[in-house]
Structures are given as structure tokens and as C-alpha cells.
């Protein structure tokens, strides 16, 4: 606009049109007068952020309102409102635009999709800052950010409550110690096709349920469920960063976080196993294949668990030993391609009379993608029986001859379907 006005001062005086001259002179002194005017006008404002959910879920949607609450007289009129995400860019046909009143906060809704898993720092707030007439903005950052936790997703399967081989774990042995110690029979509650003769009555009253005696106790106090976190067994992991953004790279430079569609559906299964674990009222130890602790379930501490969840990485220094396996405590382990020294690791985790299932993933390849996966890398200066990766039908025929079950799946599978089908709490 200010191009338009000085053409208009050129054409009058080119024609000696005063007229003209005069209403290019006020048109250009206008636009000079409200961008120095938008100099002076600041974003000083107190940024309030309320998600819902709390805590998001991977893959789903989380809306946002942000409010905004100016402190000075200086900050008013219409402004339009942007976020600074850390997994994405709102665009500006996706700025909001909100009414500044002096001593009156104003709110914003932004909706966030397809959440990634992670500890994701919002903010801060940009803010364009318009001139009344439309003719000039300008951008400025309002101090202020909020944490959003994006946790895996756990899928309802419903099967731990009344899984035997899962049996009652530990919530039971903790009732049982509380209803009155080692001369009291344990009891449960009373499941579709019990015989009425194992009714407690006395347990009944105490519980205001149904009880029936058990008579050996199925469940055991933990189980395992074992994850790979590195990323060369992922064959469709990758950098978060394209090499195409310039980022400075060299052995001074950090290293660029990798992500894979194969891992973050891992990360949901072994989440969705743990919850189940945890509903038959037993713990669950979350390990590698190399023995490193990942996180613990507790029935009473989802959330923390969750919460440790949404903070796992591929590559992940986890340097905290797992405790060793308990005698017949049972293992699910969820991997891809394995080293053949993981892979000895992994079956070396299976204690005495542990039953053991191997979910093993193939990544899902993206359409257009060719019909073979990721080739095994060769590592220089080692042998390459143990130096390369082996791949997911190589693992999956490894464990078998050590007499696991394995569960061959497509990172594409829905989780909570795989985990009913193929029985993998079963066992």
C-alpha cells in the first residue's frame, strides 16, 4: 500500500495534478504514521494454557485454550494468535483472532491432531498486532510456554480381569493379608461358571460381593513385558529432522532424535499389556532385551507409568539394571530385528517355568514403498555372524527353537485385536 501511494504522488505530479499529489502524500504519511504507531504498541500479556485432555493421547487429537489476559493499557485491539509447537506449524489461516480488552482476558481454541508420543513444550505465544485499518502488523512474542504430555495410546482389551494365566497377582495376596492372614482361605471374586459349593459367605459379607474360595493361587506377583529400543532394529526409523533443513551437522553437533511407526506401535502394545497385567492386580517389570529397566506398572500408578512412557526414545541410555525374573513370572517381548547378542539376552530373560510370547513386528512399508525391507547393516571390525541385524524372520525362528511362541505382526495391525486373537495373554 505504501508502493500504491507514492505511485499515486509520481502520477500527479507527472500530470500536475495537485489533487493527486495531495491524496498520495496523505496516503503515504498514514501508512508511515500507523507502522511507527505499531513500534510502540508491545504484547504485554499474562498467557494462561488449559489442554483437554490433561495429558494427550499418541495419534488422537487435543484441543487447546489459551487465554490471555493484558496488563497494560498499551495492549488492546484485535491481534491474531498463533502457538510455536514442537511437532508442527499452525499456519496463518489457522491464527486466531481475538479481541484485546484492558483488564479482560480473552481466550483462543487451537486443536492439535495426530499427537506424537513425547514431553512436548508449547510456546510461546506469537502475536500479530494489527493496525486498525488493516494497512500494517507486526509480530511479537508473548513470554510464557506449558508442558503437554502425549502418552502411548492403551487400548481396552478387557481380558486381564478374567485371564487364569495372568490369575489375581498381587492385588489378591494384598487382600488377602488385609481379610485376616495365613489361617483364612484366599478368595476372589465370584466369575461365571464357579461352583456355588466355593462360595465364602463369610468373605461375601465382608467384601458386599460374591467370594469363592481359591483353592491354589494361579496368579503370580509380576510379569515382564520386554521392548527393543534400538533403533537399527527398526528398520523404518528415521531422523525427526530432514537432512533438507540445513541443520549444522559434525561431531560437535547433537545428535537428531529418530522415530519409527513400527516403534511407537511397540510402545502402545507393551503399554496395552502392562494395564492389562495390571487389571488382574499384578505388576509389571518393563525391560530391554539387554536387562535395562524401562519403567514399572503398578495398578495403583498408570499414570507414572504412562507418564515414563511418553519420555522413551529409540536409543535410550537406560542404565538402571532390571530386577532379575522371578521363577515362573511370564514374559511378553515385543521387537523387530534383533543382534544376535540381544537376541541370546532375550531368550536368557525367560526364568524357570516362565511361559514365554514373542510379538515380533514387521514395519508396515508406506505406500509406493518398494516390496523388500531394510537390508542388515554390516558393523565394521566384527564378525558377521554377530555384527549385523537380524531381521524380523530370522528372530522370530531364533526364538521358536528356543521354544517361545511367537506372534508374527504387521506394525499395521490394530493392537487390541492382535492381543485378543492370537491369545498372547493366554499363556
Do not use: C
Not at 513425547?118 to 506469537?126: A, E, K, T, V
Not at 519420555?311 to 511370564?330: I, K, Q, V, W
Not at 509406493?368 to 524372520?393: H, K, M, W
Amino acid at each position: 500500500m505504501l508502493a500504491a501511494g507514492v505511485l499515486v504522488v509520481l502520477v500527479g505530479w507527472l500530470l500536475q495534478a495537485p489533487a493527486l499529489v495531495f491524496a498520495g502524500t496523505t496516503l503515504v504519511v498514514l501508512i508511515v504514521a500507523v507502522t511507527v504507531s505499531l513500534l510502540f504498541r508491545t504484547a504485554d500479556v499474562r498467557v494462561a494454557r488449559r489442554f483437554s485432555p490433561d495429558r494427550g493421547v499418541a495419534g488422537w487429537s487435543a484441543v487447546e485454550t489459551v487465554s490471555v489476559l493484558p496488563r497494560g493499557g498499551r495492549t488492546s485491539g484485535t491481534v491474531r494468535m498463533r502457538e510455536q509447537l514442537p511437532f508442527g506449524r499452525l499456519g496463518d489461516s489457522e491464527a486466531a483472532a481475538v479481541l484485546l480488552v484492558p483488564g479482560r482476558a480473552s481466550s483462543a481454541v487451537f486443536r492439535h491432531h495426530d499427537l506424537p508420543r513425547g514431553r512436548h513444550r508449547i510456546g510461546p505465544l506469537h502475536v500479530d498486532l494489527v493496525e486498525s485499518y488493516g494497512v500494517a502488523r507486526r509480530r511479537v512474542v508473548a513470554d510464557g510456554a506449558a508442558e503437554f504430555v502425549v502418552v502411548p495410546e492403551v487400548v481396552e482389551v478387557g481380558l486381564g480381569r478374567e485371564s487364569r494365566a495372568l490369575g489375581d497377582g498381587s492385588r489378591r495376596q494384598r487382600e488377602h493379608s488385609l481379610a485376616g492372614g495365613e489361617d483364612d482361605p484366599v478368595t476372589r471374586e465370584y466369575r461365571r461358571g464357579d461352583p456355588m459349593r466355593r462360595v465364602h459367605w463369610k468373605a461375601t459379607a465382608r467384601h458386599g460381593e460374591l467370594m469363592v474360595r481359591q483353592e491354589e493361587q494361579h496368579g503370580l506377583p509380576s510379569a515382564r513385558v520386554v521392548i527393543a529400543v534400538a533403533a537399527e532394529g527398526w528398520s523404518d526409523a528415521r531422523p525427526t529432522v530432514p537432512p533438507s533443513t540445513g541443520r549444522r551437522s559434525g561431531p560437535a553437533a547433537p545428535a537428531i532424535p529418530l522415530v519409527s511407526d513400527a516403534f511407537e506401535w511397540a510402545v502402545s502394545f507393551a503399554a496395552t499389556v502392562a494395564v492389562e497385567v495390571g487389571h488382574a492386580g499384578s505388576l509389571t517389570v518393563l525391560a530391554t532385551p539387554g536387562g535395562s529397566l524401562v519403567a514399572r506398572h503398578d495398578p495403583d500408578s498408570t499414570t507414572a507409568f504412562l507418564d515414563d512412557l511418553a519420555d522413551l526414545r529409540l536409543d535410550d541410555d537406560l542404565g538402571a539394571p532390571a530386577p532379575t525374573p522371578s521363577p515362573r513370572e511370564p514374559v511378553v517381548a515385543v521387537v523387530s530385528g534383533l543382534r544376535r547378542l540381544e537376541l541370546d539376552l532375550l531368550v536368557a530373560s525367560r526364568a524357570v517355568g516362565s511361559s514365554a510370547v514373542a510379538v515380533v513386528v514387521t514395519p508396515a512399508l508406506p505406500l509406493g514403498a518398494g516390496l523388500t525391507s531394510r537390508p542388515a547393516r554390516d558393523v565394521e571390525g566384527t564378525d558377521r555372524a554377530d555384527g549385523r541385524v537380524l531381521g524380523p524372520d530370522e528372530v522370530a525362528g531364533a526364538l521358536v527353537d528356543a521354544g517361545w511362541r511367537v506372534v508374527e505382526a504387521d506394525s499395521s495391525d490394530d493392537v487390541g485385536r492382535l492381543i485378543a486373537g492370537a491369545g498372547v495373554l493366554d499363556d
